[in-house]
C-alpha cells in the first residue's frame, strides 16, 4: 500500500461474535476505523481481547460475522490482507540465540518490511543502539520488548494490531512509543490496540467488549 493508500485505509466489523471452546466470548460485534483512527479495547481479564485481535488478524475465524478491509471481506485474499497489517502479540516473537540486530533483521524480512529501512535507526529509537550485538537470551524484558517494537520503525503497513504494546516498557519508553502510534495514525494509519496501563494517546476511541457479552441463557444455548 502506498503512502497515497494509506489515506483510504479502513478496517470494518461487522457483527462478529467469537468463541473459544464452544463458549461465546462477544457476539454482535460491530465498529469500523478509518484512515488515521486509533482504537483501544477494553474489557476484563478472559473478556477476549487477544481474541479479538487474532481475529482481526486473521489468524482464528469469527464464529458469525464478517471483516472487511477497504470494503472486501479480508478472507477474499487474506494473503494480501496480512501484507497490510503489522500484529504485534502478548509475546516478544524474539529469537535468544540471535543477537538484537539479526532479531530485528529477521523480523523485517519476515514482515517484508520497507527494504530501505535502516535497521540502526530502527535500534536507536527504541534504544537498543548500544546492545546491537548482544544475544537476545541475556536482555531484560523490556529490552526484548522494544526488539520487536522495533518493527514499528520499519515495516510500511497500514494497519497496526498491537496487543499490550506497552508491557514491560518504562516511562520514557511509554511516550516514544505512543508517540510512534500518534505519528503513524497522523500519517493516516489505523492502529487498534490493547492495554491495561491508562495511554497517553490523545484522541483515541475506547470500545469495551465486555458489553458484548452474551447472557448465560444465550451461552447455555451454544454450548
Ligand atoms: N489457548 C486457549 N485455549 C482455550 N481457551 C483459551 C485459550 N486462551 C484463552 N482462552 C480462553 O479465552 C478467553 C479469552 O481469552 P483472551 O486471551 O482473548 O482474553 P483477554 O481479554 O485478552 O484477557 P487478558 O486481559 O487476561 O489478556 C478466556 O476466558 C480464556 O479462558
Redesign the pocket.
Known amino acids: 500500500m502506498t503512502e497515497a493508500n494509506f489515506l483510504q485505509a479502513s478496517l470494518s466489523i461487522n457483527s462478529i461474535s467469537c468463541e ?2 464452544e ?1 461465546i ?1 462477544f457476539k454482535n460485534l460491530s465498529f469500523r476505523c478509518d484512515s488515521g483512527s486509533l482504537l483501544q479495547i477494553l ?12 481475529t482481526l488478524c486473521g489468524l482464528r475465524p469469527a464464529a458469525e460475522g464478517e471483516i472487511q478491509w477497504l470494503g472486501t471481506s479480508i478472507l477474499q485474499n487474506l494473503a494480501e490482507y496480512r501484507r497490510s497489517l503489522f500484529f504485534l502479540g ?1 509475546q516478544a516473537p524474539v529469537k535468544g540465540h540471535l543477537t538484537v540486530r539479526e532479531n530485528v533483521e529477521w523480523l523485517k524480512a519476515l514482515h517484508g518490511s520497507n527494504p530501505s529501512g535502516s535497521v540502526d535507526d530502527a535500534l536507536e529509537q527504541v534504544d537498543l543502539g548500544a546492545y546491537s550485538d548482544t544475544a537476545c537470551y541475556s536482555l531484560s524484558a523490556g529490552q526484548r520488548r522494544r526488539v520487536a517494537l522495533a518493527q514499528l520503525y520499519l515495516n510500511q503497513c497500514p494497519l497496526w494490531v498491537l ?2 504494546p506497552f508491557t514491560a516498557i518504562d516511562k520514557a519508553g511509554v511516550s516514544r512509543l505512543s508517540e510512534r502510534i500518534s505519528e503513524h495514525s497522523e500519517r493516516g494509519g489505523i492502529v487498534v490496540l ?1 492495554s ?1 496501563q491508562p495511554i497517553e494517546l490523545s484522541d483515541v476511541n475506547l470500545l469495551d ?1 465486555s458489553r458484548f457479552q452474551p447472557s448465560p441463557e444465550e451461552q447455555l444455548y451454544c454450548g
Open positions: 473459544r471452546d463458549r466470548l474489557g476484563f481479564n478472559g473478556a477476549g481481547k487477544t481474541t479479538l485481535l487474532h502478548h496487543d499490550e490493547t491495561h467488549i
